[in-house]
């Protein structure tokens, strides 16, 4: 069962935000991962076993080659992934009158190396990782509390999954302008889609009915 014993909510309004590509940049860095390694992606649909190939031949490596080389990223994050624009200043602001919770999509074991990086970065903000739907944990995550929640994600699937188990939650789609995003699955009609975090702020700060940060 996913530990949560370590989030502590003060009844505050909530953000719960996916961290790949919504905290931290990670195609773009994962691509430069992937080409230090003789590697590359190419970005002809939205998946990535069939389109990380051999860079001298384009051959496509196997499922194992993959998900090895997505496990040996998450390995050395810290040296590749850095915070996207207008996060370093957006979020703690929001966080001056709201819980903030990450839960981020990547194996539980890889938990302590993305800890030290959030910290380094000063995002204290306690962090849940998880392999499953995160809808059922975002429920578990809120629990009781009444106040506002905010859910903010990449991935359709993750932002139709809270939407099931938090009918009431506002549902943020945001993903960088990649190719790769370009290709994925559009989020659900109740997700309201935004550029970055200077542009969900307010957005955010309206949901909640107060002047977070002004």
């Not at 590509?21 to 998946?47: H, M, T």
């Not at 559009?186 to 889609?193: D, E, F, T, W, Y």
Request: net charge negative.
């Amino acid at each position: 069962m996913t530990d949560l014993s370590h989030i502590r909510l003060t009844g505050r309004p909530l953000i719960i935000s996916d961290v790949d590509d919504v905290i931290l940049e990670f195609i773009e860095p994962y691509q430069r991962f992937l080409n230090a390694r003789g590697l590359k992606f190419l970005p002809r649909s939205f998946r990535l076993t069939g389109n990380v190939v051999r860079v001298e031949d384009e051959t496509p490596v196997s499922e194992d080659v993959v998900q090895k080389s997505l496990h040996d990223f998450f390995d050395e994050q810290h040296a590749w992934q850095t915070p996207f624009e207008h996060v370093m200043t957006a979020l703690p602001a929001l966080a001056e009158e709201a819980d903030v919770v990450f839960l981020t999509a990547m194996p539980p074991k890889f938990t302590d190396k993305r800890r030290l990086l959030l910290d380094e970065l000063g995002l204290h903000f306690p962090m849940v990782a998880v392999e499953t739907a995160k809808g059922p944990i975002a429920s578990m995550i809120r629990d009781r509390h009444t106040a506002p929640v905010v859910f903010v994600d990449d991935m359709a699937h993750n932002l139709a999954s809270v939407a099931e188990h938090l009918p009431d939650c506002l549902l943020l789609s945001l993903a960088p302008p990649s190719a790769v995003h370009a290709m994925a699955p559009k989020p659900p009609q109740s997700a309201r889609i935004v550029r970055d975090w200077a542009d969900a702020a307010p957005i955010i700060r309206t949901h909640f009915g107060s002047r977070i940060g002004a």
